[in-house]
């Protein structure tokens, strides 16, 4: 059959495969930029054929609504996956439909800083659809995409078995690992497309349903393997049970990134209290949250286990029943009273639940706070702090021991824009320019501005909740830590705007230009860094940290000064190693010398050492056995199974 008649006699199929492919092309044009890559341009147009045959065995009656049932299943994909990439820099997956109810209480953040016009453009396929469908009904035209064809059915399934057969041909067999690494799922789109992606990513999120039936005794051998040699060894060292029996309270401050600390706008300081504390105490300056699709709760997750985030679904959420050894339940063994502290709703990201399994004593949250200043998202952080002083002084005026307080912020939250509320801080520029001073709008009102802004806030509330806790006699034997819970999530096109504006020309500088700074998606990730500061009111420390360091590595480094620590944890205490490597949820990961981009098998070097195949490989095969590992003991609850023992 010629190719014009089957597009005379065959609109509506033609359409769907048409509009699919260049819908598919459109999203990776938008995402990983590998829009002229051939490999996913075959892997998709696989399934479209596969999808297309199917529908040539359909009776006439069902034509339409199959066509419209696939075409707005596929949109929906589109859309989905365009808008969480904003965000997140990876694809969405099918576990994550337990988690979208969260997504109501920060709608505005989503509609501000993550929807933007091209999501919206792949529904294009839709309204294509319809008209075309219309208009064959008002023309009574005989379109033969009604008719069952087996012949031409045939024809298209030997479409589908020839690109599947040139995608396997074209490939690597490093390249099918992919389909087993649910953490991989940008690697999947880059090089197999976003339909094989999204039909994997389906039998990936129901192999832990599987995998409790027939992967167990498996999944039960490889982690006694792998702590049997990568256990936990003690080591002793300066900082060895340094603050044994203190109380310690830590803050889980939203959003709050590095890049904002030690930051000044015509001679003011964004984070004046953070700088201090940092410079009075010991201030991990290379440190990297390691959160999935669970954001805050898996940073809480995450420091608390020094275990890795789920890559399917978030901990909170999905696996809130499971087995967990704590920073919590190691204190409370210790003799400490264990509760947390947030002025938001007790049910968001299910902390009511996992909070409790965690072995916190008691949960303070929203109903326990009087709702009297509201900025963003729900209770303002100085309000917030200020209540929070009476319940720690009750706290320790009743109970005859030491305590632990976690405090979790709200007001740092995207999408930073409830500026109105924020003190004053301005971030315009004032240069000097044949002897008149002029002000330049810089970053002033834009969301990167509005960021820090809102961060300038929360250093000022921590600022006056640590004076509190002088006042209240609440730092006598007190450790307070920081920690930033994620990054901002803000796009780097700002950033790039940031570090190459110059206010003399009001222009942005490019490559060719003196004084650009190179800023692409590596040297983003490397400012994704986050706080994490150790600090007493003796002031004894003074040190700064350089060494690379991730979330997991926070409780066996807080466990070597207080004195515990889990068999089962994955980071390291980090006074106690030389070398130590971030693994990141995709499969990415960092050390002192690169950053290596675990889906484009790039790697982004920090020094000019010499970097040979062996130490990539190395360190890649670690970092996909430590994501490995955690999702094992997170899916079949092995903590609970191998701390007492199998039936």
Known sequence: MKLKKIFVEY????????????????????????????????????????????????????????FIILTIISVIMFVVNSMYYTFYKSFASVSLLSTSVFVVDVGDAIVENVVQLKDLVFIWQIIGLILIIKYEKKNNIKDKTYKINKKLSKKFFLGFIACLLLVILISKPTDYARFTKEWNKKGMVINFGIYTFQINDIIQSLRP??????????????????????????????????FEGKNLIVIHAESLQTIAMGLSFNGKEVTPNLNKLSSEGIFFNNFYSQVGVGTSSDAEFTFSTSLMPSSNGTVFVNYYDREYITIQKLLKEKGYYVFSMHGN?????????????????????????????????????????????QIIKNIKDSYDGPFYANLITLTNHTPFSDVALLDEFDTTLKVNINGQLVERDYINGSVLGNYFRSVHYEDAAIGEFIKELDQEGLLENTVIVIYGDHDARIDEEYYNYFYNYDPYTDTVLNSNDYGYKLYNEYTYELDRKVPFIIWTKDKEFNIEVDTPMGMIDAMPTLGNMFGFYSKYQMGHDIFSLEENMVVFTDGSYLTDKIYYNAQKEEQFPITKDAINEEYITKRSEMADKMIEISNYIISYDLIKEMTTGRN
Not at 41 to 60: G, Q
Not at 356 to 384: A, C, Q, W
């Open 345 to 389: 709703d007790g049910d968001f990201w299910n902390r009511e639940v996992m909070h409790k399994n965690m072995g916190y004593d008691m949960f303070f949250s929203k109903e326990n706070y009087v709702i009297d200043e509201t900025i963003g998202l729900g209770l303002s952080d100085k309000s917030f702090f200020r209540q929070s002083i």
């Open 209 to 242: 349903q599987l995998n409790n039936i027939f992967g167990h005794d498996v999944a039960y051998k490889k982690i006694v393997d792998f702590y049997d040699e990568y256990g936990y060894e003690k080591k002793d060292n300066e900082f060895t049970n340094i």
């Open 11 to 66: 609109r509506l199929l033609c359409y769907f495969i048409i509009s699919s492919i260049i819908n598919a092309t459109m999203l990776r044009c938008f995402t990983v930029f590998n829009y002229f890559a051939i490999r996913p341009f075959i892997a998709d147009l696989a399934i479209i054929f596969l999808l297309s045959s199917i529908s040539l065995l359909i009776k006439e009656k069902n034509k339409n609504k199959y």
